[in-house]
Each structure stands twice: as C-alpha cells, then as structure tokens.
C-alpha cells in the first residue's frame, strides 16, 4: 500500500557529505514516522533517524551531530543529510515508513548504497 523509494547514494571520502532521499507513494496516512535505517557489511540493521509528521526526531548516538533527517509532508518525502562521514557509515541505507498506529516500520524501500572510503 506504501511504496518508498530511495535516491542518492554512492561513494565520497571520508569527511566528505551525501544527500539521501525518499519518496513514497500509495496510501499514506497522514500521521505517521519515516525512518532511514542502515545495514552495514557484517552487522545487523540499525536505525539511523526517524522523524514524525509533526517533526519530531530521534538519532542513533553514532550519528548525532553529523546528520539531519527533514521531511516535506506535501510532497511525502524525507531527506538524510549526511556530514562529515566516516568509513563505518559505509552501508545500504533503507528508507522505512509506518502509521502511528503500528509500532513497527513495516514499509520498507529498496536500499541505496553508502560507500565512505579512507
């Protein structure tokens, strides 16, 4: 019913900035949380950010202060920026929606790879 589907990853240095995206599409319930989370190589996938309809955040202590999660409810999307990257942010970086009725991320998008080299 709920259709995501990231955009913008790829390779940078480390200490460089990338720019994720997420549009979603289908039957989206107006109060809701999007959420990006992060599988790396060897690792179990971990929440990165989540932010709700009415913009409240969470972030995982690894990235606080480095990266921003913002939402455009009009348009139904939801951005990562991603600064001052280190090599162990290198992951498939996956765009996750749910109502807040449910209490677990059940949409969930393709993935887009997040490579930071040293």
């Known amino acids: 019913q709920v259709q995501l589907v990231e955009s913008g990853g790829g390779l940078v240095q480390a200490g460089g900035s990338l720019r994720l995206s997420c549009a979603a599409s289908?039957?989206?319930?107006?109060?809701?949380?999007m959420a990006w989370y992060r599988q790396a190589p060897g690792k179990q996938r971990e929440l990165v950010a989540s932010?709700?309809?009415?913009?409240?955040?969470n972030y995982a202590d690894s990235v606080k202060g480095r990266f921003t999660i913002s939402r455009d409810n009009a348009k139904n999307t939801v951005s990562l920026q991603m600064n001052s990257l280190k090599p162990e942010d290198t992951a498939v970086y996956y765009c996750?929606?749910?109502?807040?009725?449910?209490?677990?991320?059940?949409?969930w998008g393709q993935g887009t790879q997040v490579t930071v080299s040293s």
């Open positions: 996750a929606f749910r109502p807040i009725y449910r209490a677990t991320y059940d949409y």
């Open positions: 289908g039957n989206i319930f107006s109060r809701n949380s």
């Open positions: 932010i709700t309809s009415d913009d409240y955040t």
